[in-house]
């Protein structure tokens, strides 16, 4: 909810451009996310970081980059390697990785290849 | 992260009707966290599950933790057209969010 804040919401895309979507949270959280959701599908990881400068892959990383070099911002780039990118790409936070944080979710971006 | 399964996938019902999904595990679970996601929006977190045989409520939504801590399970009485969503069970950590149950409800 409150607290994270990704743009653009919706985004178009030429095959072979890589684009970045940004994420910004003012919650203080150490630990922070990216999730692609298909239609009809659920929450697959892509990458998270539980601090500054570090990050690990996901279960679907592959074709995607990010960067922790700030505690609020955590963007994603959506490369021209990712061969099927149009999705709804979700970027959480919580204040640790740690079992039992409460996840905080931003709105969603759409990303649209074209 | 533990693995927890849910089913089922999808489930449609009539608007008055019950409505119930469950996430399993063949291990023991420290916690368990439901979350629930509207069309069109992203993921609310709804309760934190941490005790063996828990049992909380929210309005017409019931959450309980298996005695086990290895099931855990969300009852909705009497649906309304405002429960459709995806409905997801975590547990461990925030990497295994699966694919929920989607919940149609027609009026």
């Known amino acids: 909810d409150g607290g994270i804040t990704q743009s653009p919401k919706y985004l178009f895309r030429k095959e072979g451009q890589n684009v970045t979507l940004s994420c910004e949270q003012n919650?203080?959280?150490?630990?922070m996310y990216w999730y692609r959701q298909d239609p009809g599908q659920g929450l697959r990881l892509i990458y998270y970081s539980q601090i500054v400068n570090d990050f690990q892959k996901g279960d679907i990383a592959e074709g995607y980059s990010v960067s922790r070099e700030k505690k609020e911002s955590f963007p994603l780039t959506v490369t021209s390697a990712q061969k099927n990118p149009t999705a709804f790409y979700l970027c959480?936070?919580?204040?640790?990785?740690?079992?039992?944080?409460?996840?905080?979710f931003g709105e969603g971006s759409w990303l649209t290849v074209v | 992260g533990q693995q927890v399964m849910q089913i089922p996938q999808y489930q449609h019902v009539q608007e008055g009707e019950d409505f119930t999904t469950y996430c399993n595990s063949s291990t023991t679970l420290s916690n368990i966290q439901w979350y629930k996601q509207r069309p069109g929006g992203h993921p609310v977190f709804l309760i934190q599950l941490v005790k063996s045989g828990e049992v909380k409520k929210q309005k017409r939504l019931t959450f309980q933790f298996g005695e086990a801590k290895k099931n855990s399970s969300l009852h909705i009485t009497a649906t309304q057209t405002t429960d459709v969503g995806t409905y997801f069970c975590?547990?461990?950590?925030?990497?295994?969010f699966g694919k929920g149950t989607s919940l149609l409800v027609t009026p």
């Open positions: 959480a936070s919580s204040m640790g990785k740690n079992s039992g944080n409460t996840i905080y």
């Open positions: 975590v547990s461990g950590y925030a990497l295994n």
């Open positions: 919650l203080n959280h150490d630990a």
